[in-house]
């Protein structure tokens, strides 16, 4: 069974290489990649090499993996913006002092044509063909690029590189994780074990946490932030939430589910939730500053103290202001959307033409983010 197998790598007592492949897609980490992330702690902890395998070459054809048209692949440059931060936010849960960062493309950036028809032809048409999205797109006869075939053949080249003996994931992919002990297998070496870590569902309940579609909570966002994001969670996924974010033992996560089905404000547990993975990564004083924020700002309807300050000259535009605020978190689009929505409010006006001058006062923009012009 493949569970005996990876028990006993486990109990050999040897330190074992467990890697995670992530594609650059975006500039943030968030709670979805924060799952799998945990998962390489556990094995941290334990003292096994982890391996964060980031793929800046993959990046370039685009993981097709659950999608039913074709990803556009990234440049050189959208490559080099994303990787600025990949690292540092990963340092918020694993100890990467003691990680193993590695690039795929220092050899998938070397393979000549024939080393690159050696490997495929490890793989056969009918295995890909039968991969339930390949098998959709045939079937309702839209594109299907070579270079997408070619992924789930270059990710499990991976592990061969590396020598991995445990590689871990979402459920979504599984088919990737599985090619790399195929190849494993064909280049003689041992084949790792995979683990597959539940898909954590975005903010609106239905869909998985993704920048893409805008449902996601970063790691890295600021602490009311990700508090308030949090409380905005269908009371339904409390439970996941807690099961796949938090380190709270099923026991006690036995003892919320019995209080909910007995009557228990879901708000309290949700609360709580927030509180406990805001300290996660921001540290207790952060969490517990947080949640007199946000009490403060939604129980009692006041504005939160303290606020952050952002110095304009005369000459600035209240759009101006909120990019300046914002950093690299929110692009230029997206917060002159947040405008035309007449999701930003100076002084308790809305104003909805980002042309208007920055005044001195306080500015809302959505529900959580606030800070003071000066």
Not at 251 to 256: H, Q, W
Request: aromatic share 8%; charged share 25%; glycine share 8%.
């Amino acid at each position: 069974m493949v569970k005996e197998s990876l028990r006993a790598k486990l109990a050999s007592g040897r330190q074992l290489r467990v890697k995670l492949g992530i594609d650059p897609t975006g500039s943030l980490l968030h709670l979805g990649h924060a799952v799998v992330l945990r998962k390489l702690k556990d094995f941290q902890d334990l003292g096994h090499q982890i391996i964060f395998l980031i793929g800046d070459f993959t990046a370039k054809i685009g993981d097709p993996s659950g999608r039913s048209i074709e990803r556009q692949p990234l440049t050189d440059g959208q490559i080099k913006k994303n990787l600025k931060d990949y690292v540092k936010q990963a340092g918020l849960i694993l100890d990467i002092k003691k990680v193993e960062i590695r690039y795929n493309s220092e050899w998938l950036s070397k393979i000549k044509l024939d080393k690159l028809l050696e490997i495929a032809g490890q793989v056969t048409y009918t295995q890909l063909a039968h991969r339930a999205d390949f098998k959709e797109r045939i079937q309702k006869q839209l594109d299907l690029s070579l270079q997408e075939f070619l992924y789930p053949v270059m990710q499990g080249y991976d592990s061969v590189m590396l020598k991995a003996e445990v590689e871990v994931g979402g459920t979504d992919q599984e088919f990737n994780l599985l090619m790399g002990r195929q190849l494993q297998k064909r280049y003689g070496q041992l084949e790792q074990d995979i683990i597959t870590c539940p898909l954590l569902e975005g903010l609106a309940g239905v869909e998985k946490m993704s920048k893409s579609l805008n449902n996601y909570i970063g790691l890295a966002e600021a602490p009311a932030e990700m508090y308030g994001k949090i409380m905005s969670i269908p009371d339904n996924l409390l439970v996941s939430y807690f099961q796949l974010c938090t380190d709270l033992s099923s026991d006690d996560i036995d003892k919320i589910i019995k209080a909910i089905k007995q009557g228990a404000n879901p708000r309290d547990y949700k609360m709580k939730l927030a509180k406990e993975i805001v300290r996660l990564y921001h540290g207790a004083k952060s969490a517990q500053s947080a949640e007199e924020q946000f009490v403060k700002t939604f129980q009692k309807k006041e504005a939160p103290s303290n606020l952050p300050e952002i110095k304009i000259s005369k000459q600035t535009t209240l759009f101006e202001a909120v990019v300046k605020y914002f950093g690299e978190q929110k692009s230029k689009g997206e917060i002159r959307r947040l405008f035309e929505q007449g999701g930003v409010s100076l002084n308790n006006q809305k104003i909805t033409d980002f042309k208007a001058p920055a005044q001195p006062g306080v500015c809302q923009v959505g529900k959580r983010q606030w800070f003071r012009i000066v």
